[in-house]
Structures are given as structure tokens and as C-alpha cells.
């Protein structure tokens, strides 16, 4: 574990990492310059811009000139040696989660920036420039944080999040990105079932749900086919707040695939067993 005067640095440095990478990216945010390509063969659609590209390698400079023995996982220039995933400190950087939504015009993506210490998630940062928001986690003292620039008072303010208590299902406000992340039969019927026991569904938001349902506003989310960079930068934001993350099989989630996040213990143990049903 890092000591509480590392942890701060870390803190600090993503914090620069988030200012530096959002002004590139709102360079391109509703303009004509968003420079897309798609990454996907051409029956799919796997979007990227230049803001994406652009975004990741201005972070992994800074992180290669701070921390150059660290290791580093981004989705659009992969990993940083063959071994990145197995050493003991590794970043983990999607410069815009959310790049069908960045390049719709809807502000519902985010830089996502996380550091794991052998192979756990420790340190998680989500940071929406355009809506100037930022949420992160503080593994010292266990909580996680919002930020919001409020220009009217020219000032910044930091509070202390939490997930919210919810304990029955019909009560629950669930969210996934798309229905089309569930893409085998077990998936479909796994997530359908549970969507017909809770009060509400909505869909979209890709990182910003995770962080909603950190800030209380939301009790689950559910989705499948997600990589590490989806989902380990998050997990340290939700479990900071009071919240669970895990896989379908209640299993650790940093990895990706299949993932399960939850305000409420007794929620999340309903939800893993009507999954699994």
C-alpha cells in the first residue's frame, strides 16, 4: 500500500493530468474538427477521434516523465510494455469513455484515469471538462469526492460523496449504456430479467452513471463486454462512496467483461442472484 504522503502526490498528479488532457479534448467537443475513424471492421462501429489520441499521449508523456518506471494501459496506444498489467504500479487511461456520446454532442463522457498496485484498483479519477465535474477517491481516508466550478462564484468546491441505500430491487433506479453491450442469449435474458424487477431503466451515460450512482442519484448499474480501462479507474470512485463493484459472478471487476456496480450491499447481492437465476 502507498503511503498517505504518495497517495497525495498521486492525487495531485491526476489532478494535472485531468486539467492538461480536458483542454485538448474541448478543443474538439462539438466542432467540425472531431477527426473520427473507426477502429471496428466495417459491419461494426468502433469510433475515435483525434481528441481521443490526442488526449492519451499528452497523459502518458506526463506520466513517463514522473513515473517512468510505472506501467501504463490506454485504450488507444495499448500498454506500455508487455508486461504492464502484472507490475506492481500501472495506469489505467481512457482519454474519452463514452466517444459515441462525445461525438454526438451529448456531455455524458469522461476522462478516466486510474492507478493499480499489483493487479488492484487503488486510485480512480473521473473528469467531464465541458461540464467542469470531476469525481475521484482518496484510499486514505476511504471516501471519494465531487468537484463542480460554480462560475457565478468563481470558486471551486470539493464534497464528500455517497451511494445511497437502497435494499429492495422494486425500488431500484438501474442504468446501462446500451442494450446492445448484452450479446448472447445468457446476457440478454440475464439483464431483461433484472430490469423487469427494478422501478426504473435508463440508458446511456457510459462513465458518468458509475459516478452518479457514487453521488447517490442512482443504485445500479449493469453492462458487459467492458476492458480494464472501462471500469478500473471507477471502481476505487464507487467503493470510496460506500459502493460494491464485481463481476456477474461476484468476483473482482477490474478486468472488464461482465460488471455489476451497486450503492446498496443487500441490492447488490439481489441483483448478482436474479443475474444468475
Same mark, same amino acid.
Given at each position: ?13 491526476s ?11 474541448l ?8 477527426g ?20 492519451e499521449?499528452?497523459?502518458r508523456?506526463?506520466?513517463?516523465? $514522473?513515473? /517512468? ?5 490506454g485504450?488507444?496506444?495499448?500498454? &506500455?510494455? @508487455?508486461?504492464?498489467?502484472?507490475? +506492481? ?34 486510485f ?32 471551486l ?5 455517497? $451511494?445511497? /441505500?437502497c ?9 446501462? &449504456?446500451? @442494450?446492445?453491450?448484452f450479446?448472447? +442469449? ?10 423487469s424487477k ?6 446511456g ?24 480501462y ?17 463481476n ?30
Amino acid at each position: 500500500m502507498l503511503h498517505s504522503a504518495n497517495l497525495k502526490k498521486i492525487s495531485n498528479f491526476s489532478h494535472i493530468l485531468a486539467d492538461t488532457s480536458g483542454e485538448v479534448i474541448l478543443r474538439s467537443f462539438r466542432t467540425a474538427a472531431l477527426g473520427i475513424e473507426n477502429k471496428a471492421n466495417r459491419e461494426n462501429f468502433d469510433p475515435v477521434t483525434v481528441a481521443d489520441r490526442a488526449a492519451e499521449a499528452l497523459i502518458r508523456e506526463k506520466i513517463s516523465a $514522473t513515473y /517512468p518506471s510505472h506501467g501504463i494501459i490506454g485504450e488507444e496506444f495499448g500498454v &506500455t510494455s @508487455p508486461n504492464s498489467s502484472e507490475q +506492481d504500479y500501472c495506469w489505467i487511461l481512457d482519454p474519452i469513455d463514452g466517444t459515441r456520446a462525445f461525438l454526438s454532442g451529448f456531455p455524458t463522457w469522461g476522462t478516466l484515469i486510474g492507478l493499480m498496485i499489483d493487479q488492484k484498483p487503488i486510485f480512480g479519477m473521473m473528469n467531464q471538462p465541458f461540464t467542469q465535474e470531476r469525481y475521484w477517491s482518496d484510499l486514505q481516508n476511504n471516501t471519494s469526492y465531487y468537484r463542480s466550478y460554480h462560475n457565478d462564484q468563481d470558486e471551486l468546491k470539493d464534497q464528500n460523496i455517497k $451511494t445511497r /441505500p437502497c435494499p429492495r430491487l422494486e425500488d431500484a433506479i438501474l442504468t446501462s &449504456t446500451h @442494450p446492445d453491450l448484452f450479446v448472447d +442469449d445468457f446476457e440478454k435474458k440475464s439483464f431483461y430479467a433484472l430490469k423487469s424487477k427494478v422501478r426504473m431503466t435508463r440508458y446511456g451515460g457510459d462513465c458518468y452513471s458509475y459516478c452518479l450512482l457514487a453521488s447517490g442519484h442512482i443504485d445500479l448499474v449493469v453492462e458487459a463486454g467492458l476492458q480494464i480501462y472501462d471500469i478500473a479507474p471507477l471502481i476505487p470512485i464507487i467503493e470510496g462512496a460506500g459502493g460494491i463493484v464485481s463481476n456477474w459472478d461476484g468476483g473482482p471487476a477490474h478486468k472488464g467483461g461482465r460488471v455489476i456496480a451497486s450503492g446498496d450491499p443487500e441490492l447488490h447481492q439481489q441483483a448478482l442472484d436474479h443475474l444468475n437465476s
